[in-house]
């Protein structure tokens, strides 16, 4: 089992630029979300989905768009880079249920200029 | 709303010292869990543990222990015998069992470690 899989690694982007950000997992799980973590800030909920179909925002959703046609993947896209989506951006993934580790992928580090 | 505080942002001992890290949470839920993660240098985040409201059994994990207090809030993270390698950020998350965790964990800022040698 690759486990939760995301691409690009580094990212550097101009403001107003567009740009996706892939998340895959392999474990066939329900579950599926986006935090970013911004220095002294912890991990904050971007949007999450708990099915194909399915996706809501979290605590931080402005600026970001997600879709999910498949179990497997969650892509996340920013419409229209600012220098404040400057962050490190992790995928994760789990079964359904409150109870369930999350699964991390290695995390995106964007930078927007 | 739920909310983890953790107050240490960084610790800094010198190796074979224990070392404990504070984490206090908010919640109204009556059922949720309690998790701690560890991000070394390289970035990715590991899981460490994961602990249910209605079970206050501490744990011990080799040189790891966590203690569940309900009354205080708290579940606080022990390392024993510190070593370099435990050199790391640590975070403490909180997911409410209401909507079935839909709304993912709620983190902690961290506490940073620095293990001396």
């Known amino acids: 089992n690759a486990g939760v899989t995301q691409t690009p690694k580094f990212q550097v982007l101009k403001t107003g630029q567009s740009m996706t950000l892939q998340c895959a997992q392999d474990?066939?799980?329900?579950?599926m979300s986006w935090y970013r973590q911004d220095p002294g800030m912890g991990l904050r909920l971007i949007h999450y989905s708990v099915g194909a179909g399915i996706t809501d925002q979290g605590e931080v959703p402005n600026g970001y768009n997600v879709s999910r046609s498949t179990t497997e993947d969650f892509p996340l896209r920013l419409l229209s880079a600012a220098p404040s989506q400057t962050s490190v951006y992790f995928c994760?993934?789990?079964?359904?249920?409150?109870?369930?580790?999350?699964?991390f992928g290695p995390g995106t580090r964007l930078t927007v200029t | 709303a739920q909310k983890v505080t953790q107050a240490q942002t960084e610790i800094s001992v010198v190796e074979k010292e224990d070392v404990t890290l504070d984490c206090v949470y908010e919640t109204r839920d009556t059922t949720y869990y309690l998790f701690w993660y560890k991000q070394p240098p390289s970035g990715e985040l590991v899981f460490l543990i994961r602990?249910?409201?209605?079970?206050?059994q501490n744990e011990i994990s080799g040189r790891y222990s966590w203690n569940f207090q309900k009354s205080t809030s708290s579940f606080n993270f022990t390392i024993t015998a510190s070593q370099v390698v435990d050199s790391a950020v640590y975070f403490c998350?909180?997911?409410?069992?209401?909507?079935?965790?839909?709304?993912?964990?709620?983190f902690g800022k961290g506490t940073h470690l620095i293990i001396q040698p």
């Open positions: 602990r249910n409201s209605f079970d206050e």
């Open positions: 474990m066939n799980h329900e579950y």
């Open positions: 994760a993934s789990r079964e359904t249920g409150a109870n369930y580790e999350q699964y």
């Open positions: 998350a909180l997911s409410e069992i209401s909507g079935g965790g839909a709304d993912g964990l709620t």
